[in-house]
C-alpha cells in the first residue's frame, strides 16, 4: 500500500500501473515468437544456473524477464514492483523470481509483492553503491537459533544471481511456499561481509528511511535466497521494525552506503534518517565531517 498522489506531488516519483492480463499476454507472445533476447536469457541461464524445472518453464522466466525490462525501457521506468503472486501462477504457472534476479543483476531492481516503496528504497541503494553493486529485496523472517542479535534475511528466490555464495552454483527450482509450487525459484546462499539495510517508508504524510548495518554470520540451511545476519542490538531494531512505519520488507546491498543515504536525506525534504544502530548517525557526521 502507497500514497501514489503523495510520491508524486512530493518526490516526483511516478508510478506507471499496467494490468495483469497486458503483461501475461505480452509474455505469451515473446514465448511463442521465440524472441532472440529470450532465447539469449535462456542460454544465460544453462550456462550460470543448474536448472531443475522443466525446459518449457525456463523459457517462459525468460520471456517474462524480457517483458519486465521492456516495459521498463518504454515507460522510462528505474525499478519494477511486480504482483508475483498469485494470478500470475494462474495464468503462466510459473513463479518470476528467476526473472526478477536476472533484471536487478542488469541494473532495473525488480522488488516483489507489488511493493513500491520497497523499489523506491531499490533505486536509492543501488544508486548509493554506484552501480558497483545490486541490492536485494528482502523479508525479516525468523531470529537465528542460537545468535541473539542474529536474524534470518530471505526471500522465495528473487535476489541476484551474482551474489550467490563462493563456491556454490545457484540452482534454479520451486519455492517452498505457495501451493502451486510453481517452478521460478532462485535456490541459494549469498555471500556475507559488510550489508547495509534499508527501508523508506511512510504513514500519515511522514516519511522516513530506516537506516543500519550488518554483517554475514553462519546459519542452518534455508531454502529460496537468504543470508543469516548479525546486527548490534536485534531488539531495538525489531521494536522500530514492530512501531511502524516499516513493513516486512528491507533492501540489503553489500557494502556500507549509510554516509551516502543520510547526506542525500539534506537534499529531499521530507524524509527523516531513522537508525538502528547505537550511536551510528554521530559516527556517519564525524565521517562526513572528515574526522574519522
Not at 517483458?67 to 521498463?72: D, E, F, Q, S, W
Not at 531499490?122 to 523472517?141: E, I, L, N, S, Y
Request: proline fraction near 7%; include cysteine; charge should be negative.
Amino acid at each position: 500500500m502507497c500514497n501514489e498522489g503523495e510520491l508524486l506531488e512530493r518526490f516526483g516519483i511516478q508510478i506507471t500501473p499496467i494490468t495483469m492480463s497486458e503483461f501475461t499476454n505480452r509474455v505469451l507472445k515473446l514465448e511463442a515468437d521465440n524472441d532472440p533476447e529470450v532465447l539469449d536469457t535462456v542460454k544465460f541461464m544453462e550456462e550460470n544456473v543448474e536448472i531443475c524445472v522443466p525446459t518449457d518453464a525456463v523459457k517462459r522466466i525468460a520471456a517474462l524477464k524480457v517483458a519486465m525490462k521492456r516495459y521498463a525501457i518504454e515507460y522510462g521506468c528505474s525499478a519494477v514492483a511486480i504482483q508475483c503472486w498469485n494470478s500470475l501462477q494462474d495464468v503462466l504457472h510459473i513463479m518470476p523470481c528467476m526473472a526478477n534476479s536476472l533484471l536487478t543483476d542488469e541494473g532495473i531492481p525488480v522488488v516483489c509483492e507489488t511493493d513500491i516503496h520497497g523499489a523506491i528504497t531499490a533505486v536509492m541503494a543501488q544508486a548509493a553503491a554506484m552501480g558497483k553493486t545490486p541490492p536485494f529485496f528482502a523479508d525479516w523472517t525468523v531470529r537465528h537459533p542460537t545468535n541473539d542479535n542474529g536474524e534470518l534475511l530471505q526471500h522465495c528466490g528473487p535476489w541476484p544471481i551474482s551474489l550467490a555464495k563462493e563456491g556454490t552454483k545457484p540452482k534454479l527450482g520451486r519455492p517452498f511456499a505457495f501451493p502451486e509450487h510453481c517452478p521460478g525459484s532462485v535456490l541459494t546462499e549469498i555471500k556475507g561481509g559488510i550489508i547495509s539495510l534499508l527501508r523508506f517508508d511512510g504513514d500519515n504524510g511522514n516519511y522516513s528511511i530506516l537506516l543500519g548495518t550488518a554483517k554475514g554470520i553462519e546459519g542452518p540451511y534455508n531454502i529460496g535466497t537468504y543470508l543469516w545476519i548479525e546486527v548490534d542490538n536485534w531488539v531495538k531494531l525489531e521494536e522500530k521494525l514492530v512501531k511502524g512505519p516499516y513493513v516486512h520488507h528491507c533492501v540489503g546491498i553489500h557494502g556500507n552506503i549509510l554516509p551516502v543515504i543520510y547526506e542525500a536525506c539534506n537534499y529531499i525534504p521530507g524524509v527523516k534518517p531513522d537508525f538502528y544502530d547505537e550511536g551510528a548517525e554521530e559516527k556517519v557526521q564525524k565521517w562526513l565531517r572528515g574526522e574519522i
